[in-house]
């Protein structure tokens, strides 16, 4: 019989609750408290079988990506004449509560039985910590490393927690909404 | 050949350990990965895999193109096997659009997707032959991928990057002398798959160097997030298109092949078998191709998916390829996150190279069989 990880987080977490927006077609959860996660994950993989993290992520919910984050030059092509297009500002998506948060988004999988659960929590964007599952989970140690390089989620009890994708020279992270490029050696004039 | 633990600690026993760079220019590091190795002796005591010199932002790039613009950058992640990478992608936009592709399109990405996990194990196959110091292989292995990019470049009109799947169904339509070509195809690569069996899976030298090199337990496996054949070599029955079928998959009569003990070779061999198993299902495929639209209707020239969030993944050839995407209602994705499994298979090479000697480092890096595009992506 499949386990139902959805009742049982949620019988052990009081504050949890279902999320209001669920990722599509799978059970997701929404977390009250970055403690949470910790309990929540022990559950998932002691009790449920769990075993297996899939994913570590976020969506900055700051508001439409600003255009100073990418590198643009006039006419990249040299076989062309015309320049394309300059990208264009993506517009505010109409009745989205745009908020100065981090929702962090974990993805367990039950390799037996195949299902799936989400689990959410929103954290603030200007500090956003939340404590690392690499204790549970040795899948964590590069994922929570690649969301701390591009969102700048800084996770509790990582033993490595640096920079993986991006160079060393690199400052911001380059997947918050609000990130500007500063120029540096590798730019063109 | 066992491998043996360092000999660093006790009494008269202290050594000096020496730093090695592999890479990241090197030709069994299979593209841009930095190994740095810390020796004692022949020894590794610690490794560190230095990744990102091909991170060029793609993620970032999604948020200000179009959904369509967007299948043309997916191709850039895993390059050796680019058709998954174009499936996940429209299958995660078209859940959130709720459209579905028809039937014939459905068969079609079957049938291109498989003859690429084909294309990709070969390159597998050929270039961990070079890796121990096989060559011949390689030049086989090309020859039959060779003939499935044709097949490609008579679909689509590329070799590498496809961009054929497209939101709502496929770029372009098969006709009988490409059903027949392929076909031929299959026929002229069954036989060659035992050939490959003698010349280099069973292969006295060959087992020598994998078997029993970089051995992975099931629950190590798990637990690092290992997917795709590297998983299965473990022996977990893990694979995303038996547990949750997309495109069709349940139609089709296929086996999951596993290795017995995590080695090196029960993950090449892994490989070999599905490459037998993706023949069945393109053969399956191909006669039951249905008839009908290539295209779902209703899918816009400037998509905006209803506000919303969804994830899809698929088994791409080197393991289960996730996308998990957030619209805002907007006509570029608002975020989008990639579970990219060749930066989730890398991760374990930290700690699976320790107590291991130098001679066995190519083996067991060149057995995950990784794509630093996808893995920078």
Redesign the interface.
Known sequence: MKPDPVARLLAALPRAESAA??????PTLRLAAPADILAAARILKDELGF?????V?A??WLG??S?A??VSSANPSPFTKKAPPP??????????AYRPVLDM?W?FGN?QT?QKV?LRLEVPRDNAEVPSLTSL???A???ER?AFD?LGVRFSGHPNLT?????DFLKGH??RKDYAHEKDAYDED | MKTEEPLVSGPGLEMDTMFVNLGPQHPSTHGVLRLGLTLAGEVITKAFPDIGYLHRGTEKLMETRSYHQCVVLTDRWDYCSAMPNNLAFCLAAEKLMAVQAPPRAQALRVITCELNRIASHLIFLGTYGIDIGAFTPFLYAFREREMILDLYEALCGARLTYNYIRLGGVASDVDADWTAKCREFLEFFKPRLDEYDTLLSFNPIFLARTKGIGVIPKETAAAWGLSGPNLRGSGAAYDVRKSEPYCGYETYDFDVPLGETGSCWDRYFCRVQEMRQSVRIVEAALAALPGGDLMAKGIAKLPKPPAGEAYAHVEASRGDLGIFLVSDGGTAPYRLHVRAPCFINLAILQDILVGKKVADVIAVLGSFDIVLGEVDR
């Open positions: 927006s669920p990722v599509k077609d799978y075993a297996y993290l899939e994913m992520t969506v900055d439409p990506v255009l984050g990418f990208p264009v500002a993506p517009a505010a998506g109409a009745g989205i988004l993805s390799l195949g989400f989970f040795a899948a140690d590069w994922q690649e591009l920079k993986i994708l991006t160079p380059p997947l």
